[in-house]
């Protein structure tokens, strides 16, 4: 079923990082940050398209010499600090549909995950296919458990998660997860007219 929808990937890199400059092509091992994600979208065994969406001449560059398209510079509107990522990855399908290209599933690949490989990539589009959910989004286990979180208040310490049971054994403690950030899988209609990432 895969094969029979149009999967376009988009890498959002925007340039003016305020928190860490420059840090969409900050070498890594030698290596510009975006191109990671590049090359684990381009190894993919189902992405048709790969779109970096920069408002950035350098990163731009580094983002064609790795092999990916750049089709257009980001409005300076879709560019700013506060600018939510929804917007930008509807400026892109608004792009690719009036250049007459179909998109039918949107794959969001952030450049601050390196070390997302194709397979996660790959693993993460076929489990939209045994989903009945309809999109996907990964995730990593909590390195430190909200369980054990604590939060102040009137200089007294109390349970951040106010719980029945007290867990004192990490092996006892339910597994809990965050978003990482690395995959977001939306199909277009969901991102287009429920306006959901």
Known sequence: MLNNKRIVAVIPARGGSKGVPGKN????????????????????????????????????????????????????????????TLPVLQHVVNYLEKEGDTVDVVITLQPTSPFRTSNHIDEALEKLLQSPSESVVSLSEVDYHP??????????????????????????????????????????????????I
């Open 25 to 84: 092509i900050k070498l890594l091992n030698e290596k510009p940050l975006i191109a990671y994600s590049i090359e684990a979208a381009k190894g993919s065994s189902y992405i048709d398209r790969l779109i970096v969406s920069t408002d950035d001449s350098e990163i731009k560059d580094i983002a064609v010499k790795y092999g990916a398209e750049v089709p257009f510079l980001r409005p300076k509107e879709l560019s700013e600090d506060t600018t939510p």
């Open 147 to 196: 369980y054990w979180m604590k939060k102040v208040s009137n200089g007294t310490i109390h349970s951040y998660i106010e719980s029945e049971k007290e867990y004192l054994r990490r092996q006892d403690l339910p597994k809990v997860y965050k978003m990482n950030g690395a995959i977001f899988i939306t199909p277009r209609n969901v991102l287009m007219e429920e306006r959901l």
